[in-house]
């Protein structure tokens, strides 16, 4: 039978605390598909809370104390905490959880369930249908709590997640947890959450959200640090700095801008000022240039974990081409409209060139990534 060890950081939390067993107590019991334990991660909470968490282990043989810590922030606790739990209690699964009741302990049974049901990681989460967070909120915290997980979404490039900056969280240790470098956290405080949630999104880990209602506070002080949201923006940009596909994205943006660069000194020189040719044929020749250069430099530096070599190179590099005529047939339809458009203005002329270089930007993208250089393949920057 599995073990899920909940994980519940406390810091100045008494008044909460005493309910919080007494709660869990009579739930516990109810989940007869695992095994269900509690560790309370106290970091010196000078009202005593620890010494409530001890008299209560006198009761409660599933309750467990990881104290004498100094306050470090909820993600130290949390690392702390759930290193705690898989060395010494031989946890399956750790799960994240308040003390304060925000996180409603009747919802920890639906979040157990799923692992039956083969996911790695269940997210408690307050933006799909069923969840919800406290209509007591002011105008200002519900929007910057709406828009910051929205954005966080929007950085971390995971539409596919509702929830990304709750702390309701249930991961399996096997594989996922076991293997995190707790030592390279990103984050001592709130932002914690959103490392362990890229990381384990990075590890390919089968993910299910559980709708929750996020309860109001009622009693003790909210432990929400002014500079949040600055602080997960850093650690969204350390993430994606890291990311091999951002890394990949700004290869490619830079050496199509070597192409670009290549394309628009020809056009400029043969159509705009010496109007050698015109604008439609010059920019086909121009772009085959670009394209030769594209080429060269994604297969040697964008994609090199990809690289085409031997016999392969050159039916790829005419695929490439092939390919590549979609581009060019993009920039020729749109000069040749604004060659009649624009009756002779060369401004008119480098709008139209620089409109279709963003349409030619995004297909050569899903080209070189679907066709070209396949990445669907397993990365292996992972494990």
Do not use: C
């Not at 966080?152 to 309701?168: E, K, Q, W, Y």
């Not at 650690?235 to 990311?243: E, M, S, T």
């Amino acid at each position: 039978m599995a073990k899920v060890v909940i994980i519940i950081p406390s810091y100045n939390e008494r008044e909460n605390t005493v309910r919080m067993i007494d709660t869990l107590a009579e739930i516990i019991p109810k989940i007869d598909s695992h095994t269900v334990e509690v560790l309370y991660v106290d970091d010196s909470s000078p009202d005593g809370t620890a010494d409530v968490i001890k008299d209560k282990i006198q009761h409660y043989p599933w309750l467990h104390l990881l104290g004498g810590g100094k306050k470090q922030g909820l993600g130290m606790a949390y690392a702390r905490g759930m290193q705690y739990a898989m060395k010494n209690l031989q946890a399956d699964y750790l799960m994240e959880f308040d003390s304060d009741f925000q996180h409603p302990p009747q919802d920890i049974p639906r979040l157990v369930a799923q692992i039956d049901r083969g996911y790695d990681y269940i997210i408690g989460s307050r933006y799909i249908p069923g969840g919800s967070i406290p209509r007591q909120w002011g105008f200002k915290r519900k929007f910057l709590s709406v828009v910051g997980n929205l954005v966080a979404r929007v950085l971390l490039l995971l539409p596919g997640i509702h929830d990304v900056t709750g702390g309701f969280k249930l991961a399996r240790v096997k594989g996922f947890m076991d293997e995190f470098d707790f030592e390279k956290l990103l984050s001592k405080s709130f932002a914690y959450k959103i490392h362990l949630l890229f990381y384990m999104v990075q590890k390919g880990a089968k993910i299910k959200e559980v709708p929750f209602k996020f309860a109001h506070r009622t009693q003790g002080e909210s432990k929400i640090i002014k500079n949040e949201m600055r602080e997960t923006l850093r650690v969204i940009f350390l993430l994606q700095l890291a990311n091999p596909k951002i890394q990949r994205f700004v290869k490619f943006g830079l050496v199509g801008g070597t192409g670009l660069g290549i394309q628009t000194l020809f056009f400029e020189f043969t159509a705009v000022f010496t109007r050698l040719l015109a604008p439609s044929i010059a920019v086909v020749i121009g772009g085959e240039m670009a394209i030769i250069s594209n080429f060269t430099l994604n297969n040697l530096w964008t994609f090199r974990d990809y690289q085409i070599t031997g016999s392969k190179l050159i039916f790829k590099f005419i695929q490439f081409n092939l390919t590549s005529l979609i581009a060019l047939i993009i920039q020729y339809v749109i000069l040749r409209i604004g060659e009649i458009v624009a009756a002779g203005s060369p401004i008119i002329i480098q709008f139209f060139y620089f409109g279709a270089l963003v349409l030619v930007l995004i297909t050569n993208y899903v080209i070189y990534n679907t066709i070209i250089w396949k990445t669907t393949k397993k990365d292996p920057s992972r494990k």
